[in-house]
């Protein structure tokens, strides 16, 4: 099970994902004015709280309650079919199976979906393309990806044209399976506990020490 989360969740790709990707060397028109559109977007979100839904690819499904607050904390919890919490603290993302007892520590900035936790984003700052987009039904999607770090992966982001608003993130693991997460009912700026962002590793009585480094 650890597996499955690690590997097609949310956030973590390898680098096998970048080589078929050729980054862009400057935007587009319309490209420019999309990412305008979603910087501003994301820039005037504080905290988010929705109902998520998750399907892989290989069938694996999950579903739960996502919530963010900028900047670089959130916290999927899942339903109790599944005994995952994953959680950023601020420095870390943490994978926590509490059946296993297992806990995992990823560096926040290596994985493409935490541009959603970002303060004050932009899109040249964080040195992102947008190397694909398509706008359909009502629904705009681009795929984005780190231009200096392409090993970290890629991530489409689906968004509802009117009123512009996330619906869907997509990611593809090393195994090339595409794990796509759908919010439902999303509120956006209401007040959060910061307290279910922080995370007591139970096999230590203190986080991995105060030498760790701070996710920009």
């Not at 290989?58 to 900028?70: C, D, P, R, V, W």
């Not at 420095?91 to 509490?98: G, M, R, T, V, W």
């Not at 759908?182 to 956006?188: A, K, R, S």
Request: aromatic share 12%; net charge neutral; with cysteine.
């Amino acid at each position: 099970m650890m597996k499955f989360f690690l590997f097609c969740l949310f956030l973590l790709t390898s680098p096998a994902l970048a080589q078929d990707s050729v980054p862009s060397t400057a935007f587009s028109l319309q490209q420019e004015e999309l990412a305008q559109k979603v910087e501003s977007y994301f820039n005037g979100i504080q905290t988010i709280k929705s109902k998520f839904y998750q399907i892989s690819d290989n069938g694996a499904t999950a579903e739960g309650i996502f919530y963010a607050l900028k900047p670089n904390k959130m916290r999927l919890e899942y339903d109790s079919k599944h005994p995952i919490e994953v959680v950023a603290d601020g420095y870390y993302l943490i994978f926590h199976d509490k059946k296993l007892e297992q806990v995992t520590y990823l560096n926040l900035d290596d994985n493409p979906a935490a541009i959603i936790l970002k303060k004050d984003f932009s899109f040249k700052k964080e040195g992102l393309d947008i190397s694909n987009f398509d706008i359909e039904n009502g629904l705009i999607s681009l795929t984005i990806q780190n231009k200096k770090h392409p090993e970290i992966g890629k991530i489409t982001l689906v968004f509802k044209d009117s009123p512009f608003t996330l619906k869907q993130w997509r990611v593809t693991d090393a195994q090339q399976i595409t794990t796509t997460v759908t919010l439902d009912n999303m509120e956006t700026n209401i007040e959060l506990d910061e307290q279910i962002f922080k995370f007591k590793d139970p096999k230590k009585n203190l986080r991995p020490g105060d030498n760790h480094r701070r996710s920009r």
